[in-house]
């Protein structure tokens, strides 16, 4: 895996398939980040070496606490970014690929000043 980036897009995704269909498997996260499975079987290996995923019997992918915690933190800036963008007008295809270009980049404090913004918005 090159940098923080791509780990958290794969945590991301696979915590999006899990919400989706309950469990996941390599296949499924090549699918949903369009990339090969050799590609997706180098950064789950990384990934289980960093302890931020682990294999069950049954080749299904599951998150450490930490593993969680980070998928969790990404998707939820995901999410509200998406929001905000749409809320300014930004189409909503345009707004889902660029939070996620933005939900790497952006600092805890830019995103909770964002939150705040639009909790005070979302009601006008």
């Given at each position: 895996m090159k940098n923080n980036q791509?780990?958290?897009d794969y945590l991301e995704s696979i915590l999006i398939i899990k919400e989706k269909q309950g469990y996941v498997r390599s296949i499924d996260v090549a699918i949903e980040l369009g990339v090969t499975k050799p590609s997706v079987s180098v950064a789950m290996k990384k990934l289980r070496e960093q302890n931020l995923i682990v294999?069950?019997?049954d080749g299904h992918i599951s998150f450490t606490d930490a593993g969680l915690a980070i998928a969790e933190k990404v998707y939820g800036k995901h999410r509200l970014?998406?929001?905000v963008l749409t809320l300014m007008g930004v189409d909503e295809k345009t707004a889902a690929e660029e939070?996620?270009?933005i939900e790497h980049v952006i600092s805890d404090k830019t995103y909770e000043?964002?939150?705040a913004f639009y909790k005070k918005h979302e009601t006008v």
């Open positions: 791509s780990a958290e294999f069950g019997e970014l998406t929001k939070a996620c270009l000043c964002i939150n």
